[in-house]
T-cell receptor, first 115, second 116 residues
């Protein structure tokens, strides 16, 4: 069965520190998609990235970077030089044919950036 | 510019009094979703529409209904809200559903529902 594990319930760092949010997934399918969403205190879910299972290249977008490792079934998210505005709950999610491409969500990691 | 718009942002209703939440989109996406999200939890899919085809999740209570009169609008009706239905309700859209064209979902700001 599919599963997404975000073992870190809450992380607190001081502004300008780098921080990595872990995501480990389980799926039987060879074709699948992984997502990260950000949910700030205001409530909306903001799409950050989608990665398909055949693309193992790491991605960088400004201060955000993602490390996809199929060998360890992980899709970790790093924020470099964190800022207070990065404070939010971050969700990792998986979709695959077994789930009829519905999103299987991790429990989320609450990130607190202290000034 | 908001692309998935949910109204109202906050809704208060009485125990057992029907309530309707609305969602509209300017993206012309085929798929619209309704999620329920309770505090400190991940969103839970209630149902989705692929165009006019309605798909209900097996564990969605009968108390929850949905309507999609056209491409742009989708409504969530809660027929007899109970205290356990207090939550954030999120609407989302995506261009396609399955078939290897899995598109990211775009979410509205949500409606926070309180039950008195």
């Amino acid at each position: 069965a599919q599963k997404v594990t975000q073992a870190q319930t809450e992380i607190s760092v001081v502004e300008k520190e780098d921080v990595t949010l872990d995501c480990v997934y389980e799926t039987r399918d060879t074709t699948y998609y992984l997502f990260w969403y950000k949910q700030p205190p205001s409530g909306e879910l903001v799409f950050l990235i989608r990665r398909n299972s055949f693309d193992e290249q790491n991605e960088i977008s400004g201060r955000y970077s993602w490390n996809f490792q199929k060998s360890t079934s992980s899709f970790n998210f790093t924020i470099t030089a964190s800022q207070v505005v990065d404070s939010a709950v971050y969700f990792c999610a998986l979709s695959d044919p077994d789930s009829n491409y519905q999103l299987i969500w991790g429990a989320g990691t609450k990130l607190i950036i202290k000034p | 510019d908001a692309m998935v718009i949910q109204n109202p942002r906050y809704q208060v209703t009485q125990f057992g009094k029907p309530v309707t939440l609305s969602c509209s989109q300017t993206l012309n996406h085929n798929v619209m979703y309704w999620y329920q999200q309770k505090s400190s939890q991940a969103p839970k899919l209630l149902f989705h529409y692929y165009d006019k085809d309605f798909n209900n999740e097996a564990d969605t209570p009968d108390n929850f209904q949905s309507r999609r009169p056209n491409t742009s609008f989708c409504f969530l009706d809660i027929r007899s809200p109970g205290l356990g239905d207090a939550a954030m309700y999120l609407c989302a859209t995506s261009r396609e559903w399955a078939g290897g064209k899995n598109q990211p979902q775009h979410f509205g700001d949500g409606t926070r529902l309180s039950i008195l």
